[in-house]
């Protein structure tokens, strides 16, 4: 079992920032890669990043691509999420997930998952 635990949401004015966190341990010898979604209510949870855990490659959606960046310290098990130039339109539960797989949009691939963190930007 995995266990993943994301910190660091909360309100913001449209423009700020913020830095998440997600913390993993148990049995995550079979991590080949992790990411970030989220899902807005009355929506489906979509991708916003992921990265290769072992060299660190990354992936973004159009849609965060340049505010966003995902990065991971291998010494704390914990990958990050700063968001940067934050809009209304990313009001989310952001939830961080666990993958044995390449970095894909796909949901299901990705094994564990956290228990999300909300982020609000007000206008």
């Known amino acids: 079992q995995v266990q993943l635990v994301e910190s660091g949401g909360g309100l913001v004015q449209a423009g700020g920032s913020l830095r998440l966190s997600c913390a993993a341990s148990?049995?995550?010898?079979?991590?080949?890669?992790m990411g970030w979604f989220r899902q807005a209510p009355g929506k489906e949870r979509e991708f916003v990043a992921a990265?290769?855990?072992?060299?660190?490659?990354?992936y973004y959606a159009d849609s965060v691509k340049g505010r966003f960046t995902i990065s991971r310290d291998n010494a704390k098990n914990t990958m990050y999420l700063q968001m940067d130039t934050l809009k209304p339109e990313d009001t989310a539960v952001y939830y961080c997930?666990?993958?044995?797989?390449?970095?894909?949009?796909?949901?299901?691939?990705?094994?564990?998952w956290g228990q999300g963190t909300q982020v609000t930007v007000s206008s």
């Open positions: 997930a666990f993958s044995s797989w390449h970095p894909t949009h796909a949901t299901q691939r990705y094994d564990y």
């Open positions: 148990g049995r995550t010898f079979s991590r080949y890669s």
């Open positions: 990265i290769i855990w072992s060299g660190g490659s990354t």
